[in-house]
């Protein structure tokens, strides 16, 4: 009997690292490499993304948000459960920063511009995309490595809030030479 209750747990853990294991490898199948010729605007790209990271306004707004909690209790679960048009989530891009944002995000070569605080949680975005997909990022490589240094992933893939292929890139915000945030955008690829 013992072996009978066994062996459907076996199964469903084989089925589960198959699943997994598939899932994996389709997102690692629908990710691109990067033609030169975007990852000369990629290049472009993060230089632009340099200097916006040290404008005034994006490091006086991240400054101002160390001082706030952020939204009380927030988390990506509730941040899911908001519409673009809550007002907590329009405030993020109609503050000073976010319409900045958007300015900087018009034309044709960003999907997104998000700022975050040092610990990954939104501060301002470009309204053009929508709302952001995640409200607070800080386990995400994007960070992580835009908190670093300036970063690209250096693959096409969807991006996960719009799923237009792009290439994520991100920079840190440095004041008095400390990152404080991370300026975080998408390139498009198409």
């Given at each position: 009997m013992?072996?009978?209750?066994?062996?459907?747990?076996?199964?469903?853990?084989?089925?589960?690292?198959?699943?997994?294991?598939?899932?994996?490898?389709?997102?690692?199948?629908?990710?691109?490499?990067?033609?030169?010729?975007?990852?000369?605007?990629v290049d472009q790209c993060k230089k632009q993304l340099v200097e916006w990271a040290a404008t005034p306004l994006i490091v006086t707004e991240l400054k101002k948000s160390s001082k706030k909690v952020g939204f009380s209790g927030m988390n990506n679960l509730k941040w899911d459960e908001l519409s673009d048009t809550n007002p907590a989530v329009t405030a993020l891009s109609q503050n000073a920063a976010g319409k900045q944002l958007a300015i900087w995000a018009e034309g044709k070569l960003l999907e997104k511009l998000i700022l975050r605080d040092e610990k990954g949680t939104i501060v301002a975005f470009s309204y053009q995309?929508?709302?952001?997909?995640?409200?607070?990022?800080?386990?995400?490589?994007?960070?992580?490595?835009?908190?670093?240094?300036?970063?690209?992933?250096?693959?096409?893939?969807?991006?996960?809030?719009?799923?237009?292929?792009?290439?994520?890139?991100?920079?840190?915000?440095?004041?008095?030479?400390?990152?404080?945030?991370?300026?975080?955008?998408?390139?498009?690829?198409?």
């Open positions: 013992k072996a009978m209750t066994f062996l459907p747990d076996i199964s469903n853990t084989v089925l589960s690292i198959f699943l997994g294991t598939a899932l994996f490898y389709i997102n690692v199948a629908q990710a691109d490499t990067v033609s030169p010729k975007l990852q000369a605007k995309s929508g709302k952001p997909l995640i409200y607070n990022i800080g386990n995400r490589i994007t960070f992580l490595s835009g908190l670093k240094s300036t970063w690209d992933e250096g693959i096409v893939k969807p991006d996960p809030t719009t799923q237009r292929n792009s290439v994520q890139i991100s920079t840190p915000v440095m004041d008095n030479g400390k990152a404080i945030g991370v300026l975080h955008a998408a390139v498009l690829a198409e």
